[in-house]
Every structure is written in C-alpha cells, then in structure tokens.
C-alpha cells in the first residue's frame, strides 16, 4: 500500500525565497507530524495535527515557519525568507491514531539546502 | 525537560554476532518509547513500539527492553546480517498529552559480511 508521500524529494532555495513542502500521508491516519533532521542528528519535533486542528507547535523554530493541514489530509509546511540554518531535512510523519498508540510511519523527507 | 542519548554512536560488528543498542532518557514519565530504523537518504521504519506499562517488545530477531526507573532501553538484534545496517534511533514520548517523540541522535550499525 502506499505509504506516507513528501514533495518535492529536494529543494534548493536562496537565502530570502520562500519554500512550500507538501506531505500526503497515509490514507485515514489522523495524526500528522513535521520534524526536522540536522546532518548526523535524530528528527526533531516541529508540529503536530490531529485530524485538521494543529494540537501542537511548539517546535517551529521561528515565525517564519508554519504549517497547514486544511481537510485533514495533505499537509503543508512553508518557510518564509529563508536562511542558510533552515538547511536540512524534513521529515513528516502520519499515525491511525493518537495517544501514543499507534506506530509513526514516515516518509522519506524533502532534503532543503538554503544557499 | 526530555534528553534521550544513545551509546555508541556507531558500532561494526561481523555477521552472525548478537548485539546491544542502548538508549538512555532523563525523564522517567515517558509515555512510551519507540525504537525506529534509518537507512541512508531515507525516513524512518518503526520497528518496536514499547508502552509505559510493558517491559518489552519483540518482533523477529529483535528485542526491546524497558527500564523507565533507570531510565533506559535497550534493543537486541540476534544473529545480525549485512541488512541489519543502518541507523538506529530511540525516542521516547512523554506523560501530559503531548503527541511529540524526542529523539536521540542515534547509533549507526555495520554489520560485515
């Protein structure tokens, strides 16, 4: 079956653009998650939506940051003006349900570079 | 606030050769505790999942243990092969209805065929 699907793979950005990742997860999970992976270092937790509500966002690093998931399905994270720190990948995650339940199933990430 | 570490950062070890990953947390009202894969360029595979309540998990050749007083974890892969190789990290989810998973930085496994 399909699993959970990231847009696009690779991105590359001058410092100032802004950037839209897209993250279609998989078909009837709820839970939705963005982290963000430094080379050499584990994901790290930006945002969680449950069904269309955004529960949680207290990992984005800055305003510029912020995230969408409008019908509860395909979410989108988007960076304004971005700078050279913003380099690295981005993971989306989605689970059947919440709690801590349910196993996360990720996909495999759209890699950033800010030039 | 939650710091999960793991030790060693990377480990080679010959085919056929029983292993010990370990994963050590600060906070001891986790929620539960997640044991993931990484292969080079890719997300993450889930591959055990321990509740707060349990002790372990098991799933084929691998097996995770929980210590929530010692704050520790621990995943054992039997008869490691070449396939085995890859990143492998912990993450712990902690009490109070937050859904988000820290994660340590992972140890990175070779397994020499």
């Known amino acids: 079956g399909a699993g959970v699907s990231q847009s696009p793979r690779y991105k590359v950005a001058k410092r100032g653009q802004d950037v839209a990742l897209r993250c279609d997860p998989i078909?009837?999970?709820?839970?939705l998650f963005w982290y963000q992976q430094a080379l050499g270092q584990g994901p790290e937790f930006l945002t969680y939506f449950q069904n269309e509500a955004q529960l949680d966002k207290s990992g984005l690093p800055s305003d510029r940051f912020f995230a969408e998931r409008p019908e509860g399905s395909v979410s989108t994270l988007k960076i304004q003006r971005t700078q050279q720190e913003d380099s690295a990948v981005y993971l989306c995650a989605s689970s059947l349900g919440w709690g801590g339940n349910s196993p996360l199933h990720f996909g495999n990430g759209t890699r950033l570079t800010v030039t | 606030k939650q710091e999960v570490t793991q030790i060693p950062a990377a480990l080679s070890v010959p085919e056929g050769e029983n292993l010990v990953l370990n994963c050590s947390f600060t906070d001891s009202a986790i929620y539960n505790l997640q044991w993931f894969r990484q292969d080079p360029g890719k997300g993450l595979t889930s591959l055990l999942l321990i509740q707060s309540s349990q002790r372990e998990q098991t799933s084929g050749r691998l097996n995770a243990s929980l210590d929530k007083s010692s704050g520790r974890s621990t995943l054992y892969i039997a008869a490691s092969q070449p396939g085995d190789s890859a990143t492998y990290l912990c993450?712990?989810?902690?009490?109070?209805?937050?859904?988000?998973?820290?994660f340590g930085k992972g140890t990175k496994l070779t397994v020499n065929p």
């Open positions: 993450a712990a989810s902690t009490q109070g209805g937050s859904e988000k998973l820290v």
């Open positions: 078909s009837g999970h709820v839970s």
